[in-house]
Structure formats: structure tokens, C-alpha cells
């Protein structure tokens, strides 16, 4: 469901995902990946689970799954189980050895895509230093349809921050951004999108992440002389609530 509010929509371009969602505008972006600064690495096998609350109301949603299959030199493949058709289909997400989507869901007009990235959207610029900034921008291939989109991330470290989730309470690094999707269509703008991850580097992954979105439809708008509301999708944040290890 749609809802519209006040949000700051540009008309311009304007894991964490080791391991967690985009849950923005009903995009699913668990961040699935491990940074190579992460204190734990690893394993084939290695499970988490993930609560999607929705933030508007604070209902449970349903649950993301996500088992690592598969780790190479440069790469991670991991796959991904959800209990409700909404929350998106059985896939496998691929990830850098440092967290980065090499394939992953975007959301685009309150829709999750999946794209193939290249280079790797860089959820995260290593090392995650409080204050450090990226913007960078990438090529987005979606497999289905031949698209390519060119999508900018600007990402922010904003610092240490000790929380609680369902699994237990964690020192994390929360890390934010600001990611403009490139999905141009018709008179629909580009969505936008905000993702905050909360990384624990105990668990080499993020144990908590929010993310929402939006985007402007002048065909939606009426008088054009007056202010557009953006049209803004699902709220959600996602929490993990356990894990299991696939190491003997």
C-alpha cells in the first residue's frame, strides 16, 4: 500500500547490506554482505534470520532468510528465503568479499528490481571510519528486461552506536545512504532512496537496517503550479532475530 506524506524528492541524481534489506519503497535490501575489515568471517552455511517491521504502524510484516551457499575469492553467493509473497521471491543475492552487491534488489517506483551491478554498488567504502563520505555511481543491468539504469549511492559513516534488536544487543557502526535509482519512466521521476544500516562487526554483518523511498509523478499531481507530493512506498525496518553458524 501507497501512502503520501512530506519527502524530500530531487528531480536530479540528485553487504549490510552484508547481510540485511532494501526494504525501500517496498524494496527488500538485506544487507548480506562481509566487510573485509569485519571481525568475524564467514562460513558456507552460515544462516540469519530478519524480522520486516512495518514502520508505519510498528506491525511484523514477515521474515527475510538469508544462507550463505557459496564463498569465492572475489565473491559471496547467498540465498535468500521470505515466509510472504510481498516481501519478494526465493533469489540468490551475490556479494564482494567486502559487502558490496554485485546482485541485488533495488527498489524502482515502489517496486523491488533485481540488478547486476558493475563495478559493485558500494554499500560500503572501507575502512568505515566515523564522518567518511563516497558518491559513486554505477551501472545497473537488470537481467529480465535488458534495462540499464545508472545509479548514484552518496554514503555516509555516522558513527558507533550500541543497540538492541531481537538477537541481542550489539556495538555497530551505523552507516547511511542516499541512493538516487536511475529508474526514469514516462513522466515518473527517479526514485529516491534512503537505506541506514546498523553493521556489527562481531557478526561481520548488519543486524539492523530501515529503509524507504519515493519519487514524483507530475501525471499525479493535479496543478502543476502548486507543490507535488512525492508518492512514498513502504517503510520498513528490519531486525535480526537469529542465527546459526555453518562452521563444525
Known sequence: MMNTSSFPITACPCWARVLAPVVTATVIVVATGVPADAASAPAVGDTYVYRVVNGYNKEVRGQISYRVDTIDADRIMVSVATDIAALGPARTEIYTREGNWLRHPVTNHDQPVEYAFAPAYPAYVLPLETGKSWSVRVNALNPATGRRNSVRVDGEVLGAERITVPAGAFDTIRVRRRVYAGDWDGVRF?????????????????????????????SRCGDMTDACTPIRGDWNMIELTATSTGKP
Open 190 to 218: 527517479e526514485t529516491n532512496i534512503t537505506e541506514t544500516d546498523w553493521y556489527a562487526p562481531a557478526l561481520g554483518r548488519t543486524v539492523r537496517t530501515e529503509s524507504n523511498s519515493g519519487y514524483l509523478d507530475p
